[in-house]
């Protein structure tokens, strides 16, 4: 079974307002990334919070893990029609494999 | 500077068919990886390797085998094509020290 889950699977807001999905998963991690991918497209790095780091910053995204409920969110503020696409987070397990979630699907209408 | 490159991108197959998907990347990465997309699943494992000369299973290796050909290539073949893996296929790699994988554009099968 896949080692993380979001959630919402889908979330549709209008331009301006702020988008929030999170990410569950179930063992213990080196860091946490999560990812972007547009219709039809590979997916795209977007920020990484390490197990001891608690929030993170990278421009309109705001990051936050809890190690001890195994959760993360990721925050997109004054969201734009731009930032339509689907959005993974993923985890290590401690291994060199890094295994993604379901998803959260972002439609952002102007 | 290419990235990840995968080819083919697009390909159909009937059932019992066998093919390889080829995947190369410039960047001198150790580790490679091949990923399938199903709606509704996200993104799922099927084989990695973490440096030239080793492969381990992912989540889902059955029905597929793979080759880590030299450091810049990893191919996914498929011996026995079934259409439970009609799918979008991804390659990324990564290096060594960095936990961030940059991804190929997809190779959309589809088995029928």
């Known amino acids: 079974s896949q080692q993380g889950e979001e959630d919402p699977q889908a979330l549709s807001i209008q331009e301006g307002e702020n988008a929030t999905m999170n990410c569950s998963y179930k063992t213990s991690i080196n860091n946490l990334q999560w990812y972007r991918q547009n219709s039809g497209r590979g997916l795209v790095h977007l920020i990484l919070i390490r197990s001891n780091e608690r929030e993170k910053h990278s421009g309109r995204l705001r990051v936050t893990l809890d190690t001890s409920k195994k959760s993360s969110s990721l925050l997109i503020t004054a969201s734009r029609a731009a930032d339509t696409a689907s959005y993974f987070c993923?985890?290590?397990?401690?291994?060199?494999?890094?295994?993604f979630g379901t998803g959260t699907r972002l439609q952002v209408f102007p | 500077n290419a990235g990840v490159t995968q080819t083919p991108k697009f390909q159909v197959l009937k059932t019992g068919q066998s093919m390889t998907l080829q995947c190369a990347q410039d960047m001198n990465h150790n580790s490679m990886y091949w990923y399938r997309q199903d709606p509704g699943m996200g993104l799922r494992l099927i084989y990695y390797?973490?440096?030239?000369?080793?492969?381990d299973k992912g989540e889902v290796p059955n029905g597929y085998n793979v080759s880590r050909l030299n450091k810049r290539e990893f191919s996914l073949r498929l011996e026995s094509a079934a259409p439970s893996q009609t799918s979008v296929y991804f390659c990324?790699?990564?290096?060594?020290?960095?936990?961030?994988?940059?991804f190929g554009a997809g190779s959309r099968l589809t088995v029928l």
């Open positions: 390797s973490a440096s030239e000369g080793t492969t």
């Open positions: 993923a985890t290590d397990a401690n291994t060199d494999k890094l295994i």
């Open positions: 990324a790699s990564r290096s060594s020290g960095a936990n961030v994988l940059t």
